[in-house]
């Protein structure tokens, strides 16, 4: 009897990776903090390869370029080479159905590693090039 439940068992654990990896695809690439106070959202295009984190609530403010008709430095954005900085955009990423990644948790994707922590969060890539954002800082390096 054993003999027939194996292939059966089996069976029924590869359905349940195969459901599990059609779930991971259907989600959103990306995460948000715990505070639901940032959120990054990863893409990809013509091998491209970026994650953009917006921040919500914040004590600070950035100066906004002349050049930018749109919301400035509240999302900020690294590639998986070269450095990272501000982006001047027109809607936001708060709010998105993201998974939370929570505090001590790492994400990766891309070439670009990401760190929640309750100080806020990190991301940066195979340069070594980021940001850390929280609502009392921002930092590019």
Known sequence: M????????FAFILS????????????????????????CMYSEYDGHKSLRCD???KSWRLPK???CEQEWGNSFEVDAKGPAGPSCTGDTQIGQP???LPYGEVWQR??????????????FNAD?????????KQEVF
């Open 55 to 57: 921040v919500g609530d």
């Open 98 to 100: 993201l998974r939370v």
């Open 2 to 9: 054993k003999n027939h439940l194996a292939p059966l068992l």
């Open 16 to 39: 349940l990776a195969g459901a599990a990896a059609a779930h991971a695809e259907d989600e959103i690439p990306g995460f948000q903090s715990p505070s639901k106070n940032i959120a």
């Open 110 to 123: 891309g070439g670009i590693t990401c760190k929640s922590e309750e100080a806020g969060v990190t991301c």
């Open 128 to 136: 070594r090039r980021g940001f850390a954002l929280s609502r009392s």
């Open 65 to 67: 370029p002349a050049s």
